[in-house]
């Protein structure tokens, strides 16, 4: 807003613009960028200490402590991860869209929410996968896509998406209920 004066930014360049609408061997660019994405989160969370560390604090940070975790450091450095993920995600939105707005994703972090809970991640920790999180995404886009092409109002929209993120916690609720008798 300081820059923009609350309006749109645009005239980027070509090489810029790539990132949001080039492709390689026809793939977007955007999707080449999610998939190593999601493969080094996997590789990550599944093959190192770090990612033993994050799935020990989002289960239960006391007891994580308890066992030696630095929870403190594990939640900043997860927080700061979160911050460079959602910078690249603007910068490739912005380079798609060929313009910058302050309000270009504004909504956007309820599909994210949704899709990784659809994904089989837990709200309260400890339970997760990169592949859910993916196949989430993935519903979720299917799902946007279609409502947009039957022109369904996007205040309808975004009703259908909160009523399946209800839907979700709900179940992962009564599965943890399950588990845990």
Not at 13 to 35: L, M
Not at 98 to 103: L, P, Q, R, W
Not at 139 to 151: A, P, W
Request: aromatic share 10%; net charge positive; hydrophobic share 55%.
């Amino acid at each position: 807003l300081l820059f923009s004066g609350g309006g749109p930014i645009s005239g980027f360049s070509a090489d810029y613009n790539w990132w949001g609408q080039g492709r390689i061997w026809s793939i977007p660019v955007p999707v080449i960028v999610f998939f190593v994405a999601a493969v080094i989160a996997h590789i990550v969370l599944r093959h190192t200490r770090y990612g033993l560390y994050v799935y020990a604090v989002g289960g239960n940070a006391k007891s994580a402590e308890a066992n030696g975790v630095p929870v403190r450091l594990v939640t900043w450095s997860v927080y700061v991860i979160v911050g460079v993920m959602c910078g690249l995600a603007t910068f490739l939105l912005s380079a798609r869209l060929s313009s910058a707005e302050a309000v270009a994703g504004l909504g956007l972090e309820l599909d994210v929410i949704a899709a990784v809970v659809i994904g089989g991640t837990s709200l309260f920790g400890g339970v997760g996968s990169i592949f859910g999180t993916v196949v989430g995404a993935l519903l979720i886009g299917v799902l946007r896509n279609g409502l947009v092409l039957m022109n369904v109002s996007s205040f309808i929209q975004q009703i259908l998406i909160g009523l399946i993120l209800v839907a979700a916690v709900a179940f992962d609720q009564y599965a943890a209920a399950r588990r845990r008798a």
